[in-house]
């Protein structure tokens, strides 16, 4: 009667231990890298792109003069020069927030949109260059 308890209990033991439990909030998420790594190799190709476009960007100048240039024209070369600066401070930084949170499930939402997020100051200065006024 022992051995027959045993192992129906065994049985049931294993059948237990093979049940797939589903993933926790304090699990170790397995694509932790995937959205760091891809908006890291998308940051190395448009941060030169946005620089050398952000840094010909005052060319735009040459036609009208430093004086005679229209308000719209000045006050996007601003918007171009800030965001060469949020681009160069904030988008490493970011990258780097991105690669040193947890690498638990509960931070793959905010590892993904950190990641991401670090490539909008290359988007952006790369966008208002090509929309300079004139």
Do not use: H
């Amino acid at each position: 009667m022992r051995r027959a308890w045993a192992a129906a209990n065994a049985a049931d033991a294993a059948a237990d231990t093979r049940a797939v439990r589903p993933p926790g909030p304090d699990d170790r998420d397995e694509k932790a890298g995937s959205a760091p790594g891809w908006a890291t190799l998308s940051a190395l190709l448009l941060a030169p792109v946005a620089l050398l476009f952000g840094g010909l960007a005052p060319m735009a100048t040459d036609g009208c003069g430093p004086d005679n240039c229209s308000q719209a024209l000045d006050t996007a070369l601003a918007g171009v020069m800030g965001g060469l600066y949020a681009m160069l401070a904030g988008t490493p930084a970011l990258l780097l927030t991105a690669w040193l949170l947890p690498r638990r499930v509960r931070f793959s939402t905010a590892r993904r949109i950190v990641a991401w997020s670090a490539l909008l100051p290359p988007l952006f200065v790369i966008l208002m260059v090509f929309t300079l006024p004139e």
